[in-house]
């Protein structure tokens, strides 16, 4: 679903990670990254654990999380804003557009 999301956005620059590994690697391998959307369930372990690190980390990169799971309160362990799945990918567009221009400027 992400993927098909920013495949409608071409002016923002993406990196797609397959699981909790890549995720990993993508931030350890580029610091310019400036906004993360990040799915709570990933193979190989939780989006959760990578935001709740990031946090301890004192990593400042906007995250907005996606996820089924409501269980969760997402913004106290560091995100920026929650989507709840389904999503509309309108909706996850403009937090997109309103957090990148929050980093170019």
């Known amino acids: 679903m992400l993927q098909i999301a920013f495949n409608a956005m071409p ?3 993406t990196i797609f990670s397959e699981n909790l590994q890549d995720s990993k690697h993508a931030l350890e391998d580029d610091s310019d ?3 993360i959307v990040l799915d709570d369930y990933l193979p190989y372990g939780l989006g ?3 935001l709740q690190q990031l946090t301890h ?3 400042t990169t906007k995250v907005i999380v996606t996820s089924a799971n409501t269980d969760t309160d997402f ?3 560091g ?3 929650f989507i709840s799945k389904p999503y509309r990918v309108n909706h996850l567009k403009q ?3 309103k957090y990148s221009q929050d980093i170019n400027t």
């Open 11 to 13: 002016q923002h620059e």
């Open 75 to 77: 913004i106290a362990i």
């Open 57 to 59: 980390d004192g990593n």
């Open 48 to 50: 959760s654990d990578l």
């Open 33 to 35: 990254i400036g906004l």
């Open 95 to 97: 937090l997109v557009d």
């Open 79 to 81: 995100a920026d804003e």
